[in-house]
């Protein structure tokens, strides 16, 4: 038999997954600037936690160097949009959350760890963020949720443009590979961790 759950309950349910996801995505951002603060402290000795392409040993560096930066400005760049786009995604769910990042993170490192320029050190979270972005554009369509749809064009609209500005491998200095790693994957996981949104039928005893 159904059970149908009380109003009050359900908004409670979805008031505490927004904390939950506030209060993760705050933690998150808390350690990216945490990190920088010990990075600069031990003479930028965590900047060695960076992608150096193609060679074996820097492969265990893949999801460290997400949450490596090289100085404040880097960190201050990636806070909001990472802030806001984890907060977004992190409300499906965390533990969805928890393996779309891991997903994007390993992905997006091992696509640089093939094709980046031969002795470039490439950290940050924004491979993270791109990946997060494409996520968010297209897995409202994906599962035809209007609220989805809505979100992704707002979130198209805030950060498209900076989003192909990061995509132009003429930018000296930043590393558009990384970029558009995490575009692809995050893009191709809305179609991986896509919900079904029709009801299931009923069953029925005879």
Do not use: Y
Not at 102 to 127: E, F, K, Y
């Amino acid at each position: 038999m159904g059970v149908a759950m009380p109003s009050s309950e359900l908004e409670w349910s979805r008031g505490d997954r927004a904390k939950t996801a506030a209060k993760l995505m705050v933690g998150w951002v808390a350690l990216l600037w945490l990190l920088e603060v010990v990075d600069v402290i031990s003479g930028h000795a965590l900047d060695g936690l960076g992608i150096t392409p193609r060679t074996p040993s820097e492969l265990v560096d893949v999801v460290p160097a997400a949450f490596i930066h090289f100085g404040f400005a880097h960190v201050a760049a990636n806070s909001v949009p990472l802030l806001v786009m984890g907060f977004l995604a992190a409300l499906g769910g965390i533990r969805r959350f928890a393996v779309l990042c891991l997903v994007i993170i390993v992905a997006d490192g091992l696509g640089v760890w093939l094709v980046a320029p031969a002795h470039s050190n490439t950290a940050g979270a924004s491979g993270l963020i791109f990946g997060l972005f494409g996520f968010l554009l297209v897995s409202g369509f994906v599962e035809r949720r209007p609220l989805g749809v809505l979100v992704g064009l707002l979130i198209g609209a805030v950060w498209g443009g900076s989003i192909l500005i990061g995509l132009a491998p003429t930018q000296s200095g930043v590393s558009w590979q990384a970029h558009l790693f995490g575009l692809v994957t995050g893009v191709a996981a809305a179609f991986w961790f896509r919900r079904r949104t029709a009801a299931t039928p009923e069953a029925l005893i005879r």
